[in-house]
């Protein structure tokens, strides 16, 4: 999980961004083709994990509330291939926020708290 997946999902995210600073704000947005490349293969990687954690060996229960968490990641992320293929960066914002909220719908349900 946190080997693939997260280092996929960093990649999915570098899409769009901006930091704050003294100076201002700082847009670190994806903008050559080089870095939207490594937005869609973090998009396709995440893509793969989210497969991989939908198969028997990987499920935990309830299953059928796992694999649907697991799915919404998949699904998404190929829109994300999409978009960032498009360089579609409003796109690109919008569902990045709505992966980071996936990714902690199925922690919420399944991470026990400590
Ligand atoms: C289908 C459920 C599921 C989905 C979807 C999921 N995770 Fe996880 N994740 C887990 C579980 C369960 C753990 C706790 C470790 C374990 O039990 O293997 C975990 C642990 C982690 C950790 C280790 C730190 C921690 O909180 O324990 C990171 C980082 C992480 N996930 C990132 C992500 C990201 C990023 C996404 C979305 C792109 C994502 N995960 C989607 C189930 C999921």
Redo the contacts with the bound molecule.
Sequence with gaps: ??HV??P???Q?WAAWGEVHTLDGLIDISAKTEEEWKKVEDGAAT?IV??GV??RPEYT?EPAGK?????K??ADL?KTGMERAEAQDLTAMQTLGEE??K??????E???PKT
Excluded: S
């Excluded at 796992?66 to 697991?70: I, V």
């Excluded at 996936?102 to 922690?107: D, K, L, S, W």
């Design positions: 999980m946190v997946m997260d996929a999902a960093k999915f995440v994990a989210a954690l939908q935990r796992w694999r649907g968490y697991a919404a990641v992320a992966l980071d996936r990714c902690e719908a199925c922690h349900a399944f991470i």
